[in-house]
Every structure is written in structure tokens, then in C-alpha cells.
């Protein structure tokens, strides 16, 4: 045998035992839940699974979405990026909009599948679908060799859902409650279309408790009656644990749970008054009632068990973060957001520094930027106006990449974590500090914001 072939056939045995080294990975993303829903989070919901995959790994009590709403906030998830940059500014409606996650973005699925996993989305997608009029990418072009997805909410509701969408396939009407229809394609998955020698990543993301809500009555019963839109509402966070235990289940029969890398977390905060935790805001809003959300990190054996984290991170980690934790490197071509958190998780802390200050962009939010540096919170209003419609309109960009900022407000989220207390007058270094800190980072990310309305 040549020296040549033995060489390429050492490489492909090195880079097989590689792949059988490294854990599967599993996101699993639930859709508007407060930061007080889940048990473990102090939530009214009986959340068994998740309050068990919380004693089995860390729990972080000031975690953050990339978003106070929906579609940003799953761009930056995948991307560590903030989510203007990757082409995303709001929530996107196919029909009526370009705007999608630019393909060239290099996604949590691209990465990993370079490194050898096999990969799936399952679950509500949200960052753009083709339409009769618009071409956009699907989740194959964004990294995911499987997917199954509905290009925003299950409908008519969670209850029979109709509208999901296999590989570019319609599947037409389904039985049974969205999450549990997400559970069912999961397990079909793992255990019957992916290669059961290599990695897998699986990206899960749920519908619930997104409205419009529904649940069995078994589910709701236990929180009020069947008609109560709170008892609901909760039914449907019960709905999901049992989901998820229905998965882990089948999971441990496939691999060692010592193999599975799972992350838990919200793509923003309720659209429920009673549900922050008291924080100030909901869904929609950047105060911290509207991007506080859970955030649970297990890895059995490599990440610390039973632990609470009280170090501010957000779902902007998540890439550098599993990349850190695998030993993978990070795409060294564009800019990161998000800080990786491996050495914080496994036990570090004096190992973690994050290199840039959290930061949020909502155009229809008020405030509309916040950002958290250690333990303050920095807010601003707009110094410019949009036209009153809700739904984003590419025709704004101008005013957006262009826009000033008036109204700063700073508060120390240790103190008074509900924000009731403007400090901006107290400390007027700090405010100045923080304020240049902001337009900063601002200025990078909309440097590197689409252009959507110039598009043809």
C-alpha cells in the first residue's frame, strides 16, 4: 500500500475516534417563557424533567435571550452574533418581507457539522422560509441536514397542528399537541434516519407557551379551570416537561447521558404581567422582564452539578460557549458577540471574562438598546420616530443604522433588580462610562446591519 493511502486511512480512523469522542448536543428552546414559569426558576409550573436536568447541571439566574422578541433572538442563538448583524433586526414575516438569517452566516449547525455531527432542527423555526414570491433559505442551507419546522407558530394552535414542513415537504394535519408532535419527530430521528456512528446535534425548539395556547385538560386541570387562560397557559409548560421526558427517555437508550451536552433556555420573556419573577417589562420590551429568561447548561462529568450561577450571560454564548466546552474552534472571520462560558461551567470562575457587554436592539421597544456591564444596566429611548405599525418594516433601516438615542437610564440590577431606581444622576462617570460603552458597540453592529430595503 502506498505511503499515501496509509496516511489518508490513519487520518479518517484519527478523525472517526475524534467524532466518537466528542457528546452529542441538544438545544432545547421553549417559546415566550417567562423567567418565573419552571419550578426551579420559582414558577408556579411543575416542571419535574427540568427541575432534575437543573440538579444535574448548572442553572444560571441572570440569563438573557438575544431578544425581547422571537426571530433576533433564535439568529443570535445560532450565530453568537448579534442578531442586526446576521440580518435579522425583528420579527420576520415571510410574505411581506426579504429579510431572513443571511445564509452566509456561519451557523451553530454549520460548525458542528464541519466537525463530523450529524444535524437536526426540529421544531418552530422562525428565521425565514420560502414563500410563492419570496426565495429565502431553509434550515439544509443554514447547516441542518434533517429538519422538520413550521415557519412560526403552530397553527390553528398547539392543538392539531397543520402547518409543519418536512425537508421542503408540507406534512399536512397532525394529531395530538405541538409539543408532543416535536417530541414524536425527535425520537423519530435519533432512532431511525441518523447515522448512529457519528455525533449528533439536535436542535429542538418548542411552540409552547406561545400563543395561540392549547393543552390537554389533564395538563391544565391542575392549575385552575379549562378555560382559564393562565391554567392554560401553564398546561402547556407542563405539557412540554413531559415532552421532554419522553425524549430523554428514548435518548438514554441510544447513548450514556454522560455523552449528551443539553442546554435549556427562552427565545424572550412572557407576554405574561405574572411571570417575570416582578422584573419590569414582558415579551417585547428591553427591560429585564422581557429578555431575563431560564437557562440550564448539564453535562454530566464535565459540567459542575447542582450548581447556581449568578454571572450575567445570554443565549449570544451559546455558540462560543459548546465550542469551548468541544473543543472546536469558533468561526475567526467575523465578529463574536457572545463570550465563552466552558470555563465558568466547569467549575472557573476566575477563568471567565467576558470580552463585550451584553447588548439588545428593538426598534419598537421602549426603552429601545439596553446593555448589562456586571452588575448595571444601561437603557435608552430612540431620538427618532417609526411609523405606528407593529411589524417591522425594511423601509426603516435608514432611520435605525442612523438613529441617536436620548433618555439614558442606569440602574444596579444587584440592588434593584426590578429597576425602579435611575441612578443616572448619582453617578454620572459611570453613566458616561457605560453610555460610550453602548454607542460603541451599537456603531460595530450596524456597521454590519443588512440592507434589506435596497434590495430588488
Avoid at 478523525?15 to 408556579?44: E, S
Amino acid at each position: 500500500m502506498k505511503a499515501r493511502s496509509i496516511l489518508t486511512l490513519l487520518a479518517l480512523a484519527a478523525t472517526t475516534l475524534l467524532q466518537a469522542a466528542r457528546p452529542n448536543v441538544v438545544i432545547l428552546l421553549a417559546d415566550d417563557l417567562g423567567y418565573q414559569d419552571i419550578a426551579c426558576y420559582g414558577g408556579p409550573v411543575e416542571t419535574p424533567t427540568l427541575d432534575r436536568l437543573a440538579e444535574k447541571g448548572a442553572r444560571l439566574t441572570q440569563f438573557y435571550s438575544g431578544c425581547a422578541v422571537c426571530s433576533p433572538s433564535r439568529a443570535t442563538l445560532l450565530t453568537g452574533r448579534h442578531h442586526i448583524r446576521t440580518g435579522v433586526y425583528s420579527w420576520i414575516h415571510d410574505e411581506s418581507q426579504r429579510s431572513h438569517l443571511l445564509e452566509r452566516e456561519e451557523t451553530l449547525a454549520k460548525v458542528l457539522a464541519e466537525a463530523g455531527y450529524e444535524t437536526a432542527h426540529i421544531g418552530k423555526w422562525h428565521l425565514g422560509l420560502p414563500t410563492a414570491t419570496q426565495q429565502k433559505p431553509t434550515p439544509a442551507e443554514h447547516g441542518f441536514d434533517y429538519w422538520f419546522a413550521t415557519a412560526n407558530n403552530a397553527s390553528p394552535s398547539h392543538r392539531n397542528p397543520s402547518n409543519f414542513i418536512r425537508n421542503g415537504e408540507p406534512v399536512g394535519p397532525l394529531k395530538g399537541y405541538s409539543c408532543q408532535v416535536v417530541a414524536d419527530e425527535a425520537i423519530f430521528w435519533l432512532e431511525e434516519q441518523r447515522d448512529p456512528d457519528r455525533p449528533f446535534f439536535l436542535n429542538l425548539w418548542f411552540h409552547e407557551p406561545h400563543a395561540p395556547i392549547a393543552a390537554p385538560s389533564e395538563m391544565v386541570e391542575p392549575y385552575g379551570d379549562v378555560t382559564d387562560k393562565a391554567a392554560v397557559y401553564s398546561g402547556t409548560i407542563a405539557n412540554t416537561d413531559e415532552a421532554i421526558r419522553r425524549l430523554f427517555s428514548r435518548m438514554r437508550r441510544i447513548s450514556d447521558p454522560k455523552n449528551t451536552l443539553i442546554i435549556y433556555t427562552s427565545d424572550n420573556g412572557s407576554y405574561r404581567d405574572d411571570r417575570t419573577g416582578g422584573l419590569r417589562g414582558r415579551k417585547g420590551m428591553n427591560w429585564e422582564g422581557g429578555i431575563r429568561v431560564p437557562g440550564i447548561f448539564a453535562w454530566p462529568g464535565q459540567i459542575a452539578e447542582g450548581v447556581t450561577l449568578n454571572e450575567p450571560a445570554g443565549l449570544v454564548d451559546v455558540l462560543p460557549t459548546v465550542c469551548g466546552l468541544l473543543g472546536i474552534p469558533v468561526p475567526n472571520d467575523r465578529t463574536l458577540d457572545g463570550s465563552d462560558l466552558s470555563a465558568l461551567l466547569c467549575g472557573n470562575g476566575d477563568g471567565f471574562k467576558r470580552h463585550q457587554a451584553l447588548f439588545w436592539h428593538l426598534q419598537k421597544s421602549r426603552p429601545i438598546v439596553a446593555m448589562r456591564d456586571g452588575a448595571y444596566s444601561l437603557t435608552a429611548d430612540p431620538n427618532f420616530e417609526l411609523s405606528k405599525n407593529n411589524m417591522f418594516q425594511e423601509s426603516w433601516i435608514p432611520k435605525i443604522k442612523g438613529g441617536t438615542y436620548t433618555n439614558f437610564q442606569l440602574f444596579d440590577l444587584e440592588k434593584d433588580p426590578a429597576q425602579t431606581n435611575n441612578l443616572a444622576s448619582e453617578q454620572p462617570e459611570r453613566l458616561r462610562r457605560m453610555k460610550q460603552q453602548l454607542l460603541e458597540i451599537n456603531a460595530s453592529v450596524m456597521a454590519d446591519g443588512e440592507d434589506w430595503h435596497l434590495r430588488k
